[in-house]
């Protein structure tokens, strides 16, 4: 199996354990670090809404907290024919942490795509700007 193809694997799993019972809309999303190392999260829901927090933080904080610095790829599973980028939340914390890694969007079809973070998202701000 490739790296991209393990990482898409990893989102899929990481899926499995949303908490999405208001949106029904399971994400799944897995970091690729560049020590190796593969980390997952998953959307989890709060009857709040405003409290929700979006699988690609969650795997990045699992991240950082665990002391990983330095990423290069991303991957975003959901089950949708159209492929989900991630939210502008999202990218400003994936800018911040990976840089212009590039993100895996796939379902579970099999349909897939990447794009860089460049791309999806164009002129950011961070440290540069301070
Ligand atoms: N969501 C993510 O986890 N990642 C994305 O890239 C898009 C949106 C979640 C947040 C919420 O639980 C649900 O999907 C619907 O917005």
Request: aromatic content about 8%.
């Amino acid at each position: 199996m490739s790296e991209k193809d393990l990482l898409i694997d990893a989102a899929k799993q990481a899926r499995e354990n949303a908490h999405a019972p208001y949106s029904n809309f399971r994400v799944g999303a897995a970091l690729r670090s560049t020590s190796g190392r593969i980390f997952t999260g998953c959307n989890v829901e709060n009857a709040s809404y405003g409290l929700t927090m979006c699988a690609e933080r969650v795997a990045i904080f699992k991240a950082i907290s665990e002391g990983e610095r330095g990423f290069s790829a991303i991957a975003v599973v959901t089950d949708t024919d159209a492929l989900t980028p991630p939210c502008g939340a999202c990218r400003q914390l994936i800018w911040e942490f990976c840089g212009d890694v590039p993100v895996t969007m796939a379902n579970l079809s099999g349909k897939r795509e990447t794009l860089q973070m460049k791309e999806l998202f164009p002129r950011p701000f961070d440290d540069s700007n301070l």
